[in-house]
């Protein structure tokens, strides 16, 4: 019985969406933007990486083509030598928003049309009665922030007051979200998350997407950091997904990074959370090795958005692709014969662009495995395809949004 690898490069898009002017990101495009920059001299960093973008493996698999589907160019670089080693295409999202849930949720075929919640580019960002409520019903002293911010940004301004005050940092972004940034040790890791489960229940009814726990440590002094311990309390998808049909089928499923939370944790199998990129792709090779027949590994790589393309940074997106790309081997030798990998993406995030949010762009669709010719699929109408796809090659029963291109 086939087995399938399903790898998110979280944020990695390829060129804007049909609808990006909606959203205010006509003209966005997270790796062909990255690639300029590169090829323009702007990618470079001392000790990190220098020069044109290099992702060989990538390209291989159709990377570029795909890109050039989704933007009409392919980046600097990234046209493929020789014959190509993967099926490739790219994705448009239906879902109304450009958040990590509603892309991973859509890419195992549950599209969400209904728009999430948003709170409002003012001061104060909440509502009165949910501040009031969150102060009365957690104990505290009151709050910090209040406001749309970028999450290290807010941190270096009120970290010092918050351990000062013991009054927690509550900020959200372009995205249905409402975050809380506390001290680990000043606070406490085990109250934040008390502090978010409450929080998660409060926001209930304003219809926001995700609570996220974003635990920090340091001093005024020397300077403060987030953690590996942010946890993200989402809503349940309100559907089936990919992976309710795995585990309803009986197929062993293993979920790598912040795909438990995403999922809400429901039919998640074993969860591992080990922390960067890399220590998650190895994880889910790790997991590969022992997977059993009809089983499926879900990974999501987290570090292109929260430690790049939030923070707008060029260089640091492109060294974690070219890292990304360095394993593309590794990954297709732990392939058997029936296997299914599949590289996608959730959403995009221009590190050129202005602001700090995500940006609504297509994603790439990258299939390749024992067996899988090298071809074009085109444009692909839902992310949904991707798990109708994966549904297909695992032989489960599927009903849902999308339709399977290999």
């Not at 999202?93 to 003012?122: M, N, R, V």
């Not at 409450?198 to 920090?216: G, H, M, S």
């Amino acid at each position: 019985m086939p087995r399938a690898l399903l790898i998110v490069l979280d944020s990695v898009g390829i060129g804007g969406a049909p609808d990006a002017e909606a959203y205010g990101d006509a003209g966005s495009d997270t790796l062909g933007h990255i690639a300029e920059a590169c090829a323009a001299g702007r990618g470079d960093r001392a000790g990190l990486r220098t020069g044109p973008l290099h992702l060989p493996h990538l390209a291989a698999l159709g990377f570029g083509l795909a890109a050039a589907g989704a933007s009409g160019r392919i980046p600097p670089g990234l046209a493929p030598v020789g014959v190509l080693e993967g099926a490739y295409g790219h994705a448009v999202e239906t879902a109304a928003g450009k958040d990590t849930p509603s892309g991973h949720w859509e890419i195992t075929g549950l599209p969400l049309l209904e728009p999430w919640g948003h709170f409002p580019e003012t001061r104060p960002a909440f509502p009165p009665e949910l501040t009031q409520a969150l102060i009365a019903e957690g104990g505290l002293p009151g709050i910090l922030g209040d406001r749309h911010a970028a999450g290290v940004a807010i941190i270096d301004e009120l970290g010092a007051e918050h351990v000062r005050t013991g009054r927690p940092i509550c900020y959200t972004s372009a995205d249905s979200v409402f975050q809380i940034a506390a001290h680990e040790e000043a606070f406490g890791l085990e109250r934040l998350y008390d502090l978010c489960r409450l929080a998660r229940r409060l926001c209930d009814p304003y219809r926001v997407c995700r609570v996220i726990a974003r635990p920090f440590v340091g001093s005024a002094g020397a300077g403060f950091r987030r953690t590996g311990n942010r946890k993200d309390f989402a809503v349940e998808p309100p559907g089936v997904t990919l992976l309710d049909r795995a585990e309803a089928a009986g197929r062993a499923v293993v979920s790598v990074g912040k795909i438990g939370d995403i999922f809400a944790h429901r039919a998640t199998g074993r969860e591992l959370k080990p922390g960067p990129n890399a220590a998650c792709l190895t994880a889910g090779l790790d997991a590969l090795k022992d997977l059993p027949d009809g089983g499926l590994i879900f990974v999501n790589l987290v570090d292109f958005d929260t430690e790049h393309g939030h923070r707008r940074d060029v260089p640091g997106y492109a060294a974690e692709l070219e890292a990304f790309d360095a394993r593309v081997f590794e990954i297709r030798t732990a392939l058997r014969p029936g296997d299914l990998a599949l590289i996608t993406a959730d959403h995009g995030n221009d590190p050129t662009w202005a602001g700090t949010d995500h940006t609504r762009e297509q994603v790439p669709v990258l299939a390749f495995g024992p067996g899988v010719a090298g071809r074009s699929i085109g444009r692909r109408d839902s992310l949904a395809d991707i798990g109708a796809t994966v549904a297909a090659h695992l032989g489960l029963p599927w009903d849902g949004a999308g339709t399977p291109f290999l």
